[in-house]
């Protein structure tokens, strides 16, 4: 279920994003501990791992790296449904042909598919299932 989101520079680091949503999300009570994070390869480095385990008490998960003990396994099944997920959105808004449409009417057309997105995940769950996105 997608707690937070934003429009971000290319040139800003996918960690320093993913702190300052974590960060947004736990100021607006939407995060809790016990939560599982999951993400890929560019998540990996203590200083990140660390924030997300000793700052907002949640567990990372991400693909293991080649110089790295074993830990989490292929997870190669949940991510490539947040990928199927994210390659809906992405196909649904078009942000690479957006058509000159302005800053205010971009963040309202995703809004309007995560609102979408949310209610029809919403409307499915089940208590004791597992739901992810990233």
Not at 16 to 29: C, I, K, M, N, S
Not at 54 to 66: A, Y
Not at 102 to 114: E, S
Request: proline share 4%; aromatic share 6%; with cysteine.
């Amino acid at each position: 279920m997608p707690v937070a989101w934003c429009l971000a520079s290319p040139k800003t680091g996918e960690r320093e994003v993913a702190a300052d949503l974590l960060a947004h999300a736990a100021r607006t009570g939407a995060l809790r501990p016990g939560l599982i994070l999951i993400g890929d390869k560019g998540f990996a480095g203590r200083e990140f791992e660390d924030l997300v385990t000793t700052g907002f008490q949640m567990s990372l998960v991400r693909p293991d790296r080649r110089d790295e003990a074993p830990r989490h396994g292929s997870i190669g099944w949940i991510r490539q449904w947040i990928e199927s997920v994210n390659d809906t959105l992405k196909g649904q808004l078009d942000l690479e042909r957006h058509g000159r449409r302005t800053t205010k009417g971009i963040y309202a057309r995703i809004t309007q598919r995560l609102l979408a997105l949310a209610g029809r995940r919403a409307a499915g769950w089940r208590p004791g299932t597992v739901a992810a996105c990233r």
